[in-house]
């Protein structure tokens, strides 16, 4: 098992010592633990639910004095056996055919998940995908596509080494009467188990729907009208940048 | 540039904000050339609308010249003259393409805030809370217009500012709320609210076949302009008993069909008045319903109410009894303004409309916030206002 997801500062802090964690340290995770759950949870993507889920276990690291995943305590590393499911459904005003082409394309899945760096095909049906919700906090990792039905269906799982194990999967159904298509995109996550894995699932239940949907409404806004509203950049009479309301 | 921004109830101030520019390559920056205040602005102005931030720029009605298009406009070029209608909508979604214009599918980035506040969202709308998108308004010097390529129209060079500007919102919501009535010969329509829309419903409705058309408010110097300039008969309901007049003018059957033109801050006096005021202070009911619940009563059976007046969120004390057991229709809803632009305009050119006798009041947008509280107060016989940005005010 890798270390905590690959976010480059823990990972370098955890390999300098196979000890408990230093008093200094669990104040450090504390503090970064807390600002990258906080963070993870203003990011609208599915990407920043895993980094406030790393968040999370940074806290519970700091907060217990061990690093359970270091001296591989099978209570947090053993996963759930129920997976947590979040689907969402939209109907988009295109033809099957075109909404399976847009999902299928990597590039317009960047589009919808706006922390989301880059990805990369790396051979047959495998991506490497890299984010940086924050600077110098670069988070990476492979999925590839385990089952592929032009028109109808797409399914994606995360590599075998990932921290915490998903798959997504998206599926196309003529709506009745010339509506479209009903576009259902389904998360299955199945998290660490334990005090990490309960605060993960908290994590999940209270944003992840409405992020799915997110995702969903700038996919059905790229294929019909071809770019995602905004009003990000518009003028105000505020001092600061636009205020997001979440 | 000089913008009205919102900064808490009953304060609008006229600050200088940035530019705007084009965020989508579908959008456009129009330079304002006449901009209007609303009716429904003073929900916001009141504080009654949720999801105002301190410097939302106000504003829905405006309209003006093309300054920028983005790389996907290639229906308006630069200095085109336009006006914009106030839903934002893509043209593309189920909705739009049903002519729905005001439901669009796709134009509000806060779509999650409206969809938790009633089921599904409704288009974005210019200046009109971040419910509606967080759209900045046109009460300002230049304003963007999303899907520019879809919503504005280019005016021709005979019809003038003063008369373009309500193809935006007042005209054609009068218009709709006449057209939702399914005016048959011989048609009474009594409308409550002699307000700009009330006058351009009445007229919508003469100009849709009705028989007679009965306006109802109690403020003179609008009751005179329904009578005069839109050929009403009217009620002055501090005056008179509005349902038991109704049915002396209809030969007992009632008008066929009842347009409410007033909308959540509808004002009546006595017991009622007083409930609903409190409740809406507190914000146990976001409107105070009482034309609705007049006309409801008044309607005969089997006839139609027809919302214009917007409503936001809950309101109290409807008389469903009365509205089910007398097989009413109710057609509501935010004007589909892009369905109505043509004809109207059409309308406007050909004489049978012109919808410029409404403006009582023309200042610069350097005095909105005066403008404002002397629209909300009705004062000095105040029906409506229309701002000139400081750059046009000049020179005109």
């Not at chain 2, 060079?157 to 054609?172: G, K, R, Y």
């Amino acid at each position: 098992m890798s270390d905590v997801a690959n976010i480059n500062g823990y990972t370098e802090s955890q390999d300098r010592s196979d000890l408990d964690v230093t008093v200094g340290e669990r104040l450090l995770t504390i503090v970064g633990g807390g600002a990258l759950a906080w963070y993870g949870l203003s990011r609208r993507s599915l990407l920043g639910l895993a980094t406030a889920a790393v968040g999370g276990y940074a806290i519970y690291r700091s907060a217990t004095g061990h690093a359970p995943v270091r001296e591989g305590l099978s209570l947090v590393m053993s996963p759930a056996e129920q997976p947590m499911v979040v689907e969402e459904t939209i109907t988009i005003n295109k033809s099957a055919d075109e909404v399976y082409t847009f999902f299928r394309n990597p590039e317009n899945l960047v589009r919808l998940m706006d922390s989301v760096e880059s990805v990369e095909v790396q051979g047959e049906g495998w991506f490497r995908w890299i984010a940086e919700p924050i600077p110098g906090a670069e988070v990476v990792w492979h999925e590839d596509i385990v089952e592929d039905r032009p028109g109808e269906r797409i399914v994606w799982r995360v590599a075998p080494d990932a921290d915490i194990d998903s798959h997504a999967s998206v599926t196309f159904t003529p709506a009745p009467g010339e509506r479209g298509v009903e576009t259902r995109l389904r998360f299955e996550v199945y998290p660490p188990g334990g005090a990490v894995g309960a605060a993960v699932a908290g994590l999940f239940d209270s944003i992840a729907a409405k992020r799915v949907k997110q995702y969903l409404r700038h996919a059905k806004q790229l294929l019909e009208t071809g770019e995602i509203a905004t009003v990000e950049g518009q003028s105000s009479g505020r001092s600061d940048v636009e205020v997001e309301c979440w | 540039m000089r913008a009205v921004c919102w900064h808490g109830v009953h304060d609008v101030r006229v600050e200088t904000v940035p530019q705007p520019r084009i965020l989508n390559p579908r959008d456009a920056i129009i330079q304002v050339t006449l901009t209007s205040i609303c009716g429904s602005d003073l929900h916001l102005y009141d504080g009654y609308v949720p999801s105002m931030l301190p410097g939302d720029i106000l504003g829905h009605e405006f309209m003006g010249r093309v300054v920028e298009v983005g790389g996907e406009v290639q229906n308006l070029e630069i200095g085109d003259r336009v006006v914009v209608p106030f839903p934002i909508a893509c043209g593309q979604c189920y909705f739009c393409r049903h002519e729905m214009w005001s439901l669009c599918d796709n134009s509000n980035p806060k779509a999650w805030m409206a969809e938790a506040v009633y089921g599904y969202s409704p288009a974005g709308i210019y200046g009109y809370s971040h419910l509606m998108g967080g759209y900045a308004g046109g009460q300002a010097e230049y304003v963007r217009v999303p899907f520019a390529d879809v919503g504005p129209m280019k005016v021709p060079e005979d019809v003038v500012d003063e008369q373009a500007i309500f193809l935006t919102d007042t005209l054609p919501t009068g218009y709709m709320a006449a057209e939702n009535c399914a005016i048959k010969a011989g048609d009474t329509v009594a409308v409550w609210g002699c307000g700009p829309v009330g006058q351009f419903a009445i007229l919508s409705a003469y100009l849709l076949g009705a028989e007679r058309v009965i306006g109802i408010d109690t403020v003179p110097e609008r009751l005179a302009m329904a009578r005069e300039h839109a050929g009403a008969e009217t009620l002055d309901y501090e005056a008179t008993s509005v349902v038991a007049s109704l049915k002396e003018l209809t030969g007992g059957r009632g008008p066929d069909a009842c347009i409410d033109a007033a909308g959540m801050e509808a004002s009546h006096g006595g017991l009622e008045g007083l409930y609903d005021k409190v409740k809406q202070a507190v914000r146990l009911e976001t409107g105070r319903p009482h034309a609705l619940r007049e006309a409801i009563q008044a309607c005969r059976k089997g006839g139609v109410l027809s919302l214009a007046g917007v409503y936001g969120g809950v309101i109290d004390k409807v008389p469903m009894g009365a509205a089910f057991n007398k097989a009413l229709t109710f057609k509501m809803g935010q004007t589909h303004v892009h369905k109505y632009l043509r004809p109207l305009l059409e309308h406007i050119q050909q004489g049978r409309l012109n919808p410029a006798f409404i403006i009582t009041h023309r200042m610069s947008l350097e005095d909105a916030a005066q403008a404002y509280e002397m629209f909300k107060h009705k004062e000095d016989g105040c029906v409506k206002v229309v701002l000139q940005p400081a750059a046009y005010w000049a020179s005109s």
